[in-house]
């Protein structure tokens, strides 16, 4: 029912998952993993001072070693990849946690609340459409590539900005092949009331600066979103400030940022659980003034 859908939407990568470009990097190029600090502190670095858009930068690196390597990938090739994706702790079975939450509550199930999520990611789609967590999305807007004579040719990329267009396609109700097939569709005049799911309906989690378009859209139309940011690796006590103060500045979350557990007891989860009930109530609350 129009109205009455809450979207989750994520990013992917280090929001739910390790980096799937990295694990491209190593997987596929066999880079070593002073190769891939390497790839991204210098040459798509040295690309960005150039004037390349940062993913344009990196996608163009990485096809430039599949030539000059005379590698042969496919999109099957990624897909399978998928498996290999690390998801963080209590990702798999969020979702059927979450849909059995507004399930208990009476208000919600009384105003037909219901769950879709989203993925919207800068990375692979097809490595994100491997992943076990796939079969739980409503939809998925990634990178996509054609192939043609064994090589991957770019088809679309998601640049930081690009992702607000995804959350005014689901605003209004356009899948991803709809919106693929007709791009200019995201732009039909649609009013407010007839608009499937609310940008208020919308629940946004992504970790870092190419999320902030979609966290600046959905504060300002009255959706919650939700800040994610892993510690570093050498250093368990230290977290990336150059991310924190980019959440911080300009108050661009509703909560956190948070460490990416989505396990039950985990502060990420109860609060995102919140969310959803907060959102589910105003649904009811409408739901009754409709009566």
């Not at 029912?1 to 979207?7: D, F, L, T």
């Not at 390349?52 to 030539?67: S, T, V």
């Not at 079969?135 to 996509?144: A, P, R, S, V």
């Not at 007891?265 to 009754?288: C, F, P, T, W």
Request: overall charge positive.
């Amino acid at each position: 029912m129009p109205g009455s859908i809450i979207a989750i939407i994520f990013d992917f990568d280090d929001t739910v998952a390790d980096d799937t470009t990295d694990l491209f990097l190593k997987e596929k190029l066999e880079m070593n993993k002073k190769q891939i600090q390497e790839f991204w502190n210098k040459d798509v670095r040295d690309k960005v001072k150039e004037g390349w858009d940062p993913p344009l930068a990196y996608i163009n690196l990485i096809l430039e070693h599949i030539r000059n390597s005379g590698l042969k990938i496919k999109n099957q090739d990624l897909r399978q990849l998928g498996n290999k994706v690390k998801l963080y702790p209590g990702v798999e079975d969020m979702f059927s946690r979450l849909r059995v939450f507004v399930h208990s509550k009476q208000k919600l199930q009384k105003a037909h609340v219901q769950l879709e999520f989203y993925i919207i990611s800068g990375g692979f789609e097809e490595i994100i459409r491997g992943t076990p967590i796939s079969k739980e999305m409503k939809d998925i807007f990634g990178c996509t590539f054609d192939e043609e004579n064994g090589k991957l040719i770019p088809k679309s990329i998601i640049t930081f900005t690009e992702k607000t267009k995804f959350l005014y396609a689901i605003n209004k109700g356009l899948s991803g092949f709809e919106l693929r097939s007709n791009p200019y569709s995201v732009n039909d005049v649609i009013s407010e009331t007839s608009r499937r799911i609310p940008f208020k309906n919308m629940i946004y989690l992504g970790d870092g600066p190419t999320d902030i378009p979609c966290f600046s859209t959905i504060q300002k139309f009255g959706g919650k979103t939700i800040g994610i940011l892993k510690y570093r690796k050498r250093d368990s006590d230290r977290v990336d400030k150059r991310r924190a103060w980019a959440f911080a500045k300009g108050d661009r979350i509703t909560l956190g940022p948070y460490r990416p557990v989505y396990t039950e007891e985990s502060d990420l989860y109860e609060n995102l659980k919140l969310q959803v009930e907060r959102v589910g109530l105003d649904i009811y609350d409408a739901h009754m003034r409709r009566e």
